[in-house]
């Protein structure tokens, strides 16, 4: 938990398509979201990207999904993809935090087993002017999961690193 | 934590604006209106004194909050130019003065890290 409110913080999410990112001045501050497609090379890909977010929005902490956690499965690749960025991010001297699922959702919503989709209501509730319009609609057992959902994993992770507000 | 240089890009995400609309409120014309924010949110452009007026007026946030990582650098030059003024004589000493100065060199001292 980072109990400094005054950092700036960059959340990664590293997904099968690409990478949701966030960045966060402070609890209540969302300075920056969205998510990149990597279509070829992925992990090249988004290693370069998470070097531009680093150079341009120099974060104190970089937050990234907890992948060894006992609750999370992750392919093979990203889990490569995440210990090239723990390795990037140590290189540049960012602080790295891991924040598993389970965080997130304990944190956000105060239930391990809430589901992604409540979990991304909650974040464009509080976040109305940046998220309101990007909350995607509730996917279906037929539907694959829609692209905007990497925008709230990453928002997700980077709220869960703050103390919450009771 | 060193302020960005500006806040414009996630000022005009929050207004779901495009950067080709806020050039055409800032009166940028021509094809480049777009390009001109764009540089100017990438920190590749220092904005004129009137553009950054007119970004003050668009998103209703005082320009010293959007240039935070610029106010940041002149208020901390400034200080560190008022502790060189109040080490030099004056020949006219005020009172006035002497406690504007004093103001100002405390800054430096406060944030000695930014120096």
Redesign the interface.
């Known amino acids: 938990m980072i109990q400094n409110k005054?950092?700036?913080i960059l959340a990664i999410a590293p997904l099968s398509r690409g990478l949701g990112y966030a960045v966060m001045?402070g609890p209540d501050k969302?300075?920056?979201s969205g998510n990149k497609a990597i279509l070829r090379d992925k992990n090249a890909g988004a290693l370069a990207w998470v070097n531009r977010f680093i150079q341009?929005?120099?974060p104190?902490v970089l937050v990234l999904p907890n992948v060894k956690a006992a609750d999370t499965r992750r392919a093979a690749r990203i889990k490569t993809l995440h210990r090239q960025i723990v390795a990037w991010a140590d290189k540049k001297k960012v602080k790295v935090r891991l924040v598993s699922v389970t965080q997130v959702r304990t944190q956000l919503l105060g239930d391990s087993k809430a589901t992604k989709f409540a979990v991304a209501q909650m974040l464009a509730g509080k976040f109305p002017?940046?998220l309101g319009?990007r909350l995607p609609p509730k996917r279906r057992p037929w539907m694959s999961e829609d692209p905007r959902m990497d925008i709230f994993d990453a928002v997700g992770l980077a709220v869960a690193s703050w103390p919450q507000q009771k | 934590m060193k302020s960005l240089p500006n806040y414009l890009q996630s000022q005009r995400k929050r207004f779901a604006l495009s950067q080709e609309e806020v050039g055409f409120l800032l009166g940028i014309s021509g094809m480049t209106k777009g390009e001109k924010v764009c540089r100017d949110e990438n920190f590749a452009r220092e904005p004129s004194l009137q553009d950054a007026l007119a970004y003050e007026a668009i998103y209703g946030v005082p320009v010293r909050e959007l240039f935070a990582g610029r106010y940041q650098q002149a208020e901390q030059d400034v200080a560190t130019r008022a502790k060189i003024l109040s080490f030099r004589k004056l020949r006219k000493t005020d009172a006035r003065k002497q406690e504007c100065i004093i103001q100002l060199a405390a800054k430096a001292s406060a944030n000695p890290s930014r120096e």
């Open positions: 005054n950092v700036r001045e969302l300075l920056a341009f929005y120099q104190n002017p940046e319009t």
